[in-house]
């Protein structure tokens, strides 16, 4: 049984990766490449949140970034996050790592340098697909209040929060 589960979160893990590098294969302009997801749940919400990410259900307008650990452009933004940890810490914007080890989630956490606080470890990509219904990666996904409103495909973070017009300052918080 415990082997089954193991291969089982390794197949959500990879199509995850999957389907995020089939979209990454759309060439990117100057300013990355944003794309609308046709596959997510509006008007969803999460009934938990992890701890980490839990002041983003209260702002006016928030967005959680899945990132996958087996995904070459996923990566490419986690270092972008990483060398710029400003893109995070002063908005209302929190990462999702969906893995198929809490472990592996966070040396992926670790070597791309995400800052504390604002991430969490989703081990088999349960969380975001159970409640969002997103099974792609790298994906931005958009809140009102808690309320999932928009989803996009994404390979860069600064103009990704610049279209979707997440705010500067974590002030938003309603």
């Known amino acids: 049984m415990a082997f089954a589960l193991l ?5 959500v893990v990879l199509l995850f990766a999957m389907m995020g590098e089939l979209s990454s294969r759309v060439p990117d302009s100057e300013d990355g490449r944003i794309v609308a997801l046709e596959e997510y749940r509006p008007g969803a919400e999460a009934d938990q949140w992890p701890e980490p990410l839990s002041d983003l259900v209260h702002a006016r307008r928030s967005a959680l970034l899945v990132l996958s650990t087996v995904c070459a452009t996923c990566a490419t ?13 002063r908005r209302p914007v929190g990462t999702v790592v969906t893995c198929a080890s809490a472990e592996e989630g966070e040396k992926f956490a670790a070597d791309h340098a995400l800052p504390p606080g604002t991430y969490a470890i989703d081990a088999g990509g349960v969380w975001v697909a159970e409640n969002f219904g997103v099974g792609k990666s790298p994906s931005a996904l958009v809140f009102n209040g808690g309320v999932l409103t928009e989803a996009f495909a994404f390979s860069k973070v600064s103009p990704l929060l610049e279209r979707i017009q997440i705010g500067t300052a974590r002030e938003e918080m309603a």
């Open 77 to 89: 933004v986690a270092d972008e996050i990483g060398r710029h940890p400003e893109l995070v810490a």
């Open 7 to 11: 291969i089982l979160t390794a197949a």
